[in-house]
């Protein structure tokens, strides 16, 4: 069956601002600020949404920044939201607009994100006339961190006029460019942030028999807590504990006296968590006691689990499959998190992956890894892709 491309589908407004997109991109690019650092980022998004002629156009969140395109004509409102943020990530893509800020790098796509916004925001603009309704573009700080979207909605984002759905998506590097990944229900996990502390006694590395050895303990707490998702957790489910990090001792000749280990609970509800964290304490008493040492357990959970409502999400696959065709439609969700979730637990929306990857031209890297890289091919492509989104949000609204 023939498939037309989706770039032969690509409207004419959206061509001619192809290349100021990919300029965009890679002036943020060129210019990653970490969470709740990003001055310039909101500048610039704030000088822009001024330039667009955009009503209501103020910071929030302390370093994001909003607008909306007001139409003269009654009808729904929808939010398109995009965050800013960048990674404490060095950059190793040798790119000619490679970051210029040390140590920091866009290697998720956020970068994307708001040429996209800004993009959909100019067209929109200039045609908000015959807009059936109003769209807020919300460029929200600290999505990489915690709190970002939380602090937007502190400040009235979703009122004002008030939201009927939310929308937005994330660039990815594993699925090819023309392409979306999306599905209703739980789409991203719920992150838990894990601290573990374990107090042993320290000694000469000659006389092991006078200490308690951190690091042994450790050892065999990493090992012991693998089984917390494959026997604790239903086979049904979907769950991840992950040990990220440790540090531990002084040097080769020293037992350590403690030993600290960081890591991850990734959950798609709220019993699972409990039950996790539950069985990850219950194994570090019993590794504990076993070798004379005591711990600390510290947990934080920064977002919700991200949930895709059923009816927003069936009007975004049915916009895909005209843009992309039906194999071009992935349905899987991820462990990954991402505070949309607070966005959308206050109003049906839909989040989804735009696919970024081209093998053919060597671009596969991978997100927050300091070569990433994706197609730029994929801007002009999210840009109509909103545009039929918000269109179709706006004249044909769920439950109408």
Not at 17 to 41: A, G, M, N, Q, Y
Not at 76 to 100: G, K, Q, T, Y
Request: hydrophobic share 40%; proline share 6%; with cysteine.
């Amino acid at each position: 069956m023939y498939r037309r491309s989706p770039f032969s589908q690509v409207r004419p407004e959206v061509r001619a601002i192809r290349e100021k997109l990919i300029d965009t991109r890679r002036d943020f690019h060129r210019h990653p600020e970490v969470s709740w650092k990003e001055h310039r980022t909101q500048q610039v998004i704030l000088d822009r949404l001024q330039e667009l002629g955009l009503a209501h156009v103020r910071p929030i969140a302390t370093t994001g920044a909003t607008g909306v395109v007001e139409s003269s004509r009654k009808g729904p409102a929808v939010l398109w939201r995009a965050d800013i943020d960048a990674l404490p990530v060095p950059e190793r893509s040798e790119l000619p607009f490679a970051s210029e800020n040390a140590g920091v790098m866009h290697a998720c796509g956020h970068d994307s994100h708001m040429a996209i916004a800004l993009g959909l925001a100019e067209i929109l603009a200039k045609g908000s006339a015959t807009l059936p309704g109003s769209v807020r573009f919300v460029f929200q700080p600290a999505e990489e961190s915690s709190g970002g979207a939380r602090a937007c909605i502190a400040d009235g984002v979703l009122e004002s006029p008030r939201m009927d759905q939310v929308l937005g998506l994330h660039i990815s590097a594993d699925i090819p460019i023309g392409s979306i990944n999306v599905a209703p229900g739980p789409f991203f996990a719920s992150p838990t942030a894990i601290r573990i502390e374990i107090t042993g006694r320290g000694g000469h590395a000659a006389a092991p028999h006078q200490s308690v050895d951190a690091v042994v303990v450790a050892a065999h707490a990493i090992t012991a807590l693998q089984t917390v998702v494959s026997r604790s957790v239903g086979p049904s489910e979907t769950a991840v504990l992950t040990i990220g990090k440790i540090e531990a001792g002084f040097r080769g000749n020293v037992i350590a006296e403690s030993a600290a280990m960081t890591g991850t609970i990734r959950t798609y509800n709220d019993r699972v968590r409990v039950l996790m964290l539950q069985r990850t304490e219950e194994i570090l008493a019993g590794v504990c006691a076993a070798f004379g040492a005591t711990f600390e357990l510290k947990h934080t959970t920064s977002c919700p689990p991200l949930v895709n409502d059923g009816v927003v999400t069936a009007m975004v696959r049915d916009e895909a499959a005209k843009l992309f065709g039906e194999g071009g439609i992935h349905a899987a969700p991820s462990m990954g998190a991402d505070d949309m979730a607070d966005f959308l637990q206050q109003r049906p929306g839909c989040y989804f992956w735009l696919g970024a990857r081209n093998e053919a031209k060597g671009i596969a890297g991978r997100h927050h890894d300091p070569g990433f890289v994706i197609d730029e091919d994929a801007l002009e492509l999210g840009v109509e892709f909103g545009l039929r989104l918000i269109e179709r949000a706006l004249s044909d609204p769920p439950g109408r």
